[in-house]
């Protein structure tokens, strides 16, 4: 029970995927191409062409499949044990949510256009960049340390496993991992605080950059 209050961010995430996976299936089945794009999958001339810019945010809480979010879910709780205490509960939800947009903007600037995409992994990958950079910086700290570098294995052997598996968004996953450290970097942790007023502006600023030339490669699509 005080897991549950420590990590409440996370166990409401899980929540609201498992809720939101229900829907799909009552709707008419997490795997039906008419039901993932009616609640906002990821579908590339949706978002440019008809300006549905949401999808970039609604396709993280949706999943194809019970295996898709069983296993998203399960690492998300897992890392959620120390990601959320390590960042603070609103700091680590605004990773996980911001992280996911990310992870869909790469996948808007260079996937497949035909493709729709759809998980909450891009958020998943964010937290893993975001454990990274918190273990990296507080290298004194044996656990943090130890924590950041298994966030990093885990971040490499997923997507070594993902060049190699068919349908797997390998870029909304790089996309992810990009913009959670980034923003890991910027707003700090519990622990820490920063980077320091440097780091936290040159993170800003590859933030920006990182948005503003993946929106601008993501206008062209392909129908």
Not at 7 to 13: I, R
Not at 161 to 177: A, C, N, Q, R, Y
Request: net charge neutral.
């Amino acid at each position: 029970m005080n897991n549950l209050r420590r990590n409440y961010m996370t166990t409401a995430l899980v929540v609201v995927l498992f809720a939101v996976f229900l829907v799909e299936t009552f709707m008419g089945g997490s795997e039906s191409t008419s039901v993932l794009l009616k609640m906002g999958a990821m579908f590339n001339p949706a978002v440019v062409m008809e300006g549905q810019w949401w999808r970039l945010f609604t396709a993280q809480f949706l999943h194809i499949g019970i295996m898709h979010i069983a296993s998203n879910a399960i690492m998300i709780y897992y890392i959620g044990q120390y990601a959320e205490p390590v960042f603070g509960h609103w700091r680590f939800l605004l990773i996980y949510l911001l992280s996911g947009v990310g992870g869909s903007l790469l996948t808007l600037a260079f996937g497949n256009d035909q493709a729709i995409r759809a998980g909450a992994s891009t958020a998943l990958f964010g937290l893993f960049g975001a454990m990274t950079c918190a273990g990296f910086k507080d290298k004194d700290n044996t656990l943090l340390s130890f924590l950041g570098r298994q966030a990093w294995a885990l971040a490499v052997i997923n997507l070594v496993l993902d060049v190699f598996m068919p349908d797997v968004d390998i870029l909304g996953h790089v996309g992810g991992l990009i913009t959670g450290a980034l923003l890991a970097v910027i707003l700090g942790d519990a622990t820490y605080k920063g980077y320091g007023k440097g780091g936290r502006l040159l993170a800003a600023a590859g933030l920006i950059v990182y948005v503003v030339l993946i929106l601008r490669l993501g206008m062209a699509v392909t129908v």
